[in-house]
């Protein structure tokens, strides 16, 4: 149990982190 919750954590920030990253890579574009 205490592995899938580090694992869906991982998997959290890996997918927050993408979604920060594609924002930038809009507004500059849009910029």
């Known amino acids: 149990m205490k592995r899938l919750g580090r694992f869906l954590m991982a998997a959290l920030k890996v ?3 993408f979604f920060v990253w594609l924002f930038r890579a809009v507004f500059k574009w849009v910029m």
Do not use: D, Y
């Open 15 to 17: 997918t927050l982190g």
